[in-house]
């Protein structure tokens, strides 16, 4: 089973920010948070990933919260290309192709 | 550096027959997985590979295999199909432990 737990759905304002939040408050100390999302009947795309300190690269932010159990993706400047369904996933590092996919949240950016 | 090839990418076949998909993984990765998509049961992990042997393995019926080439190339094969294995099948590949990264996927429908 899935280990983290998303809002089914959002809705973000083109332009703005989307924080997307998730929690996982049983992750273990040596479990990273990953982020995927998957735009329309396409494959799931990774986004960023984190352990414990806060996160940024071209496509996001993650924060992760102190305790670790929850974190927040943020889109800085949500685009109507960013209408996906987002992942949240929790898992050991180096674990190869396995990952467990829980429902994900829809993201829906509006004009 | 291309991306994670899959053939074809729709497909139909009826009930009773199997079939056979293919995944190119990214170049110089060697770890292959497979998942299931589907509207009631979501992304599930089937099984992955690695240097031509079966490294992990998800919860599904024995009519679901697959296998490795040396070239790193996989194909996944599903027998006896039934109507509940119409999905969207995605093939990701690793460098390794790494992350997967996907492919667009085969679109199976079963009649």
């Known amino acids: 089973d899935a280990k983290t737990t998303q809002p089914p759905s959002m809705d973000c304002a083109e332009g703005r920010a989307a924080n997307l939040p998730c929690n996982h408050s049983?992750?273990?100390?040596?479990?990273?948070v990953y982020w995927y999302r998957q735009i329309h009947s396409q494959g799931p795309q990774y986004i960023i990933h984190g352990l414990k300190n806060n996160e940024t690269n071209e496509m996001a932010s993650l924060i992760i919260t102190e305790d670790r159990k929850s974190s927040t993706l943020i889109l800085p400047h949500a685009t109507l290309r960013d209408t996906a369904v987002y992942y949240c996933i929790v898992r050991v590092g180096g674990q190869g192709g396995k990952l467990i996919f829980g429902q994900g949240t829809e993201l829906s950016v509006k004009p | 550096k291309a991306g994670v090839t899959q053939t074809p990418r729709y497909l139909i076949k009826t009930r009773g027959q199997q079939v056979t998909l293919s995944c190119s993984p990214i170049?110089?990765?060697?770890?292959v997985s497979w998942y299931q998509q589907t509207p009631g049961q979501g992304l599930q992990f089937l099984f992955e590979y690695f240097s031509e042997t079966q490294r992990n393995k998800g919860n599904f019926p024995g009519r679901f295999s697959g296998r490795q080439f040396s070239n790193s190339r996989s194909e996944m094969n599903v027998s006896t199909l039934e109507l509940g294995d119409s999905a969207l099948y995605l093939c990701?590949?690793?460098?390794?432990?790494?992350?997967?990264?996907f492919g667009s996927g085969t679109r199976l429908t079963v009649v």
């Open positions: 049983t992750i273990s100390g040596n479990e990273y």
């Open positions: 990701a590949s690793s460098l390794g432990q790494g992350l997967p990264r």
């Open positions: 170049s110089g990765h060697r770890s």
